[in-house]
Structure formats: C-alpha cells, structure tokens
C-alpha cells in the first residue's frame, strides 16, 4: 500500500508492472509467432491477452482504494496529469510511426519501384512490369489479388459512432462538473457502449475482409498498414471502453466530486485522442 508524507508520494513496492511487461511481451512475441504459421501463436496471443486485463483489474483496483482512502493529496494529482500527458504523448508517436510508413509507401516506394526519381534505377532488372498503383500488394503482386476496403460504409458509420461517443462523454463531464450524478452516469454508459459497438461493427468488418476480399496481413503492404493501423486501434478502443466501464461503476458507487475526478479526466483524455486518431485513419486509410 502506498503512503502519503506531507508533500510527497511513495509508492510502494508493486509486481504489477513486472507481470504487465510479461502479458505484453508474451502477447508481441505470440502475434509474430502466429503471422509466422506457428499455431502456438493463438495461445499465446491469448495468455498475454489475459494477463494484461488480470493486470488492469488488479492495478486499477489498488489505485481507485489508495484515492478513496484520502492518500493522494494535490502533489499527487499534478503527478497524475503530467503522466498522463507524457503516456498520451508516447501514443501520438505510436500512431505517427505507422502512419509515416503509410506516408513512405505512397509518397516515395511505390515511385523508386516503378523507375521514378533517382532510386528507380532498379526498377528494369527487377520488377519492370510494377507501376505505380495505390492500393498496391507489392511488386509481382506478392500479396495476391485483393479487395480494397470501402470508406463509405461500416468505416463511416464508425467514425459517427465514434464523435458521437466523443460527445456523450463530454455531456458526461459536464455532469460530473455540475453535480448531476444521473447525467454523469447516463453519459459513461453511453459512450462505453458506442465504444463497444464500434469493436463489434470492426470485428464484423475484418471477418467480412478476410473471407470476401482476400484481404490479409499477407495481402502485401496495403493489407500490412491496414491491419496494423486499424488494429491497433481497434485495441486502443477496447481498452477505453474498459477504462470507461471502470470509471462508470465507480460514478454508480459515488466516486468523484466537481473537485477532485483526475480518473475520469484521464479517461475523457484517453477517449478524445483516440476519436482523433480514427479521423486520421478514416481519412488517410479509408478514404483517400
């Protein structure tokens, strides 16, 4: 248990982030284990899975009991927010990595592998027949014929899904600010169940992707970035649709005041960047 001492926090102790660093890990290597054809991969994939949530449950619930047992104090809180800022800002150079190898494949490969620009000189010896096409499986059509994804369809109803869910958390902070505990709990409610409908809606999309459109990790580059960036944030929501389940059970339970609610703010954080990474990916992926 932590402890407070006037002006400063210790934390005590934790295995928490040694057992979150072993679920990731197991989880990474299992993902690679599994694009590979190795079928361990499935299982292992879900053990990591599994000891990550098992690490939120636990983690979360010895941090919501030290703050209802009045240990943190204002230093704490501003500990809080600067972390949170330094985590979301780590998950904007997350996305912006993928979405520069997106960038570098339209803009810049797919010219030197059709003979444009300086580093095309290759382009005769090796693949002469490539030419530069976006969607693309690659030279020599290594991913197979594919089918491109559709912007105007599940893509865009999930992008209204996910601004209208934007709102209703917003409609739910303004509760929270105002002491109107019903608003508060009808607007987490709301909003963590457009999150789940947007994961099934995904969910359904790929399923449809993979057995009509030949659509696949192995679908060359296009199908490479699709997955990876949709995926990944396909998981992102289904970890704030967990966080935001948490923060609703705990507004039932009569957790938070207008004062101090640095858990539901982090969360509204969390929420809001990952509506604005699905209008890049909408944009940039889907559409154009």
Same mark, same amino acid.
């Given at each position: 248990?932590?402890?407070?001492?006037?002006?400063?926090?210790?934390?005590?102790?934790?295995?928490?982030?040694?057992?979150?660093?072993?679920?990731?890990?197991?989880?990474?290597?299992?993902?690679?284990?599994?694009?590979?054809?190795?079928?361990?991969?499935?299982?292992? *994939?879900?053990? %990591? /899975?599994?000891?990550? $949530?098992?690490?939120?449950?636990?983690?979360? &619930?010895?941090?919501?009991? !030290?703050?209802?047992?009045?240990?943190?104090?204002?230093?704490?809180?501003?500990?809080?927010?600067?972390?949170?800022?330094?985590?979301?800002?780590?998950?904007?150079?997350?996305?912006?990595?993928?979405?520069?190898?997106?960038?570098?494949?339209?803009?810049?490969?797919?010219?030197?592998?059709?003979?444009?620009?300086?580093?095309?000189?290759?382009?005769?010896?090796?693949?002469?027949?490539?030419?530069?096409?976006?969607?693309?499986?690659?030279?020599?059509?290594?991913?197979?014929?594919?089918?491109?994804?559709?912007?105007?369809?599940?893509?865009?109803?999930?992008?209204?899904?996910?601004?209208?869910?934007?709102?209703?958390?917003?409609?739910?902070?303004?509760?929270?600010?105002?002491?109107?505990?019903?608003? *508060?709990?009808? %607007? /987490?409610?709301?909003? $963590?169940?457009?999150?789940?409908?947007?994961? &099934?809606?995904?969910?359904? !999309?790929?399923?449809?992707?993979?057995?009509?459109?030949?659509?696949?990790?192995?679908?060359?580059?296009?199908?490479?970035?699709?997955?990876?960036?949709?995926?990944?944030?396909?998981?992102?929501?289904?970890?704030?649709?967990?966080?935001?389940?948490?923060?609703?059970?705990?507004?039932?339970?009569?957790?938070?005041?207008?004062?101090?609610?640095?858990?539901?703010?982090?969360?509204?954080?969390?929420?809001?960047?990952?509506?604005?990474?699905?209008?890049?990916?909408?944009?940039?992926?889907?559409?154009?």
């Amino acid at each position: 248990m932590a402890q407070a001492h006037g002006d400063y926090y210790l934390p005590q102790p934790s295995h928490w982030p040694i057992v979150a660093s072993t679920g990731l890990f197991l989880s990474l290597g299992s993902v690679a284990a599994w694009v590979n054809d190795i079928e361990i991969g499935k299982f292992g *994939l879900l053990v %990591g /899975l599994a000891i990550i $949530f098992f690490v939120m449950a636990g983690w979360f &619930g010895e941090v919501i009991r !030290e703050s209802e047992s009045g240990l943190y104090n204002d230093q704490v809180d501003r500990s809080f927010r600067w972390s949170m800022i330094f985590f979301i800002t780590t998950e904007v150079f997350f996305f912006a990595a993928f979405f520069g190898a997106l960038f570098y494949t339209r803009v810049f490969s797919l010219e030197w592998l059709s003979g444009i620009g300086d580093k095309g000189m290759a382009h005769e010896f090796l693949w002469p027949n490539f030419s530069e096409m976006w969607p693309s499986s690659g030279p020599a059509h290594v991913g197979g014929e594919l089918n491109t994804m559709e912007a105007w369809g599940i893509p865009a109803l999930n992008t209204l899904i996910l601004l209208t869910s934007g709102v209703t958390i917003t409609w739910a902070h303004h509760g929270l600010r105002s002491e109107n505990r019903k608003q *508060l709990i009808q %607007g /987490l409610f709301l909003t $963590f169940a457009l999150g789940l409908t947007f994961v &099934g809606c995904q969910a359904y !999309e790929y399923g449809h992707a993979i057995t009509h459109m030949n659509l696949t990790l192995g679908s060359g580059i296009y199908g490479s970035v699709f997955y990876m960036l949709t995926g990944f944030h396909g998981f992102h929501v289904t970890v704030g649709s967990i966080m935001l389940i948490t923060i609703w059970v705990r507004s039932i339970k009569g957790h938070f005041t207008p004062q101090r609610h640095f858990a539901f703010e982090a969360v509204a954080w969390y929420w809001h960047f990952v509506d604005i990474v699905w209008l890049g990916l909408f944009i940039f992926v889907y559409w154009i």
